[in-house]
């Protein structure tokens, strides 16, 4: 018979969810080695929000970090990082004069088969990504990167699968949500403490040309697509600081349709499902437009909470 200590060792853990959005920028600023394209630095004010999380990361030391992005799109079911090494050069299709990483990164494939095999049973369409020459979307590396540098900690990346953009928001967000309580059960089930990102941007309008070609980085240039856009980034932002779930859930929808936010990707309603939609304050670390787009970083913090969900 294991003793309880042993049990609770073995029982995993989600320690907290971070909205981790990953305009390419945000790299290209902080000039890491694995980049090409240099800059003069730029999107400060979100580059050091993520500081909050690369030290509460050292301070958790996680088995694991899972991540939802929505450049790893998936039209057939939901995807599931499955290669043990991976490495390659990823390009921003849009952004390749910013974006051109070589990435080098260990994937956590026990758990990624568990979150495969609990999807399956929760009713989705899933499948485990085995090709050992993927080329990783810049949504993932990008969170990833700005979260955890070092790399020194290994990743789980899921597809968001298309259907929020073929069917009604709710049918769409019902699957993330399935998808969420899969996740939390497969991280359960292997005995992982783990720290997930939803790879978001929230308002997604944003400018149709670069303002300064030249320099990218001119933050003379950068500013809020509109005044409309900033008030429901705010609006949504202050729900979520003040711990109020359900009435977020409830104006997704609302949301996704007046500002084209990103979210209805599913990766922030998937963390927030995995996490059994905390009524929690969200810590708020910083907010900045890039090309227009609202983008925040946040953390939602249940270290204090006992495996299981109760506080
Ligand atoms: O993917 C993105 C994004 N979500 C926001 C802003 C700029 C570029 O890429
Ligand atoms: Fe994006």
């Not at 999380?53 to 599931?80: A, F, M, N, Y």
């Not at 359900?246 to 996704?256: G, R, T, V």
């Amino acid at each position: 018979m294991p003793k309880p200590a042993e049990l609770e060792a073995r029982t995993g853990k989600i320690l907290g969810g971070w909205l981790a959005p990953h305009p390419p920028h945000l790299v290209y600023g902080e000039n890491p080695v694995q980049n090409e394209p240099r800059s003069r630095g730029g999107w400060e004010g979100l580059r050091w929000a993520y500081d909050h999380c690369r030290l509460r990361i050292k301070e958790q030391r996680p088995d694991v970090i899972i991540v939802h992005s929505p450049h790893w799109q998936t039209v057939v079911g939901h995807h599931v990082l499955a290669v043990k090494h991976l490495q390659g050069l990823s390009v921003d299709p849009i952004f390749p004069h910013l974006f051109r990483y070589r990435f080098n990164l260990e994937v956590d494939t026990e758990l990624a088969e568990a979150i495969y095999d609990e999807s399956r049973q929760c009713g989705l369409t899933a499948k485990r990504m085995t090709n050992p020459n993927f080329r990783v979307d810049y949504g993932t590396i990008v969170s990833l990167h700005m979260m955890n540098p070092a790399w020194d900690i290994p990743v789980v990346a899921i597809s968001a699968n298309n259907s929020p953009y073929f069917y009604d928001d709710d049918i769409a967000q019902d699957e993330m949500t399935r998808l969420g309580v899969a996740t939390r059960a497969a991280i359960e089930k292997t005995g992982r403490r783990a720290v997930l990102a939803a790879s978001n941007t929230l308002s997604h309008l944003h400018f149709s040309r670069e303002p300064n070609p030249e320099l990218p980085e001119d933050m003379t240039r950068e500013h809020v697509y509109s005044q409309a856009q900033y008030e429901w980034d705010m609006r949504v932002i202050t729900l979520m600081r003040s711990g109020k779930t359900k009435e977020l859930m409830a104006i997704l929808p609302e949301f996704m349709r007046e500002t084209f936010a990103e979210v209805k990707a599913g990766s922030l309603t998937w963390m927030l499902s995995a996490m059994g939609f905390p009524e929690i304050p969200a810590k708020f670390y910083g907010y900045g437009s890039v090309i227009g787009t609202g983008n925040a970083v946040m953390e939602w913090d249940l270290s204090q909470q006992a495996p299981g969900g109760a506080p």
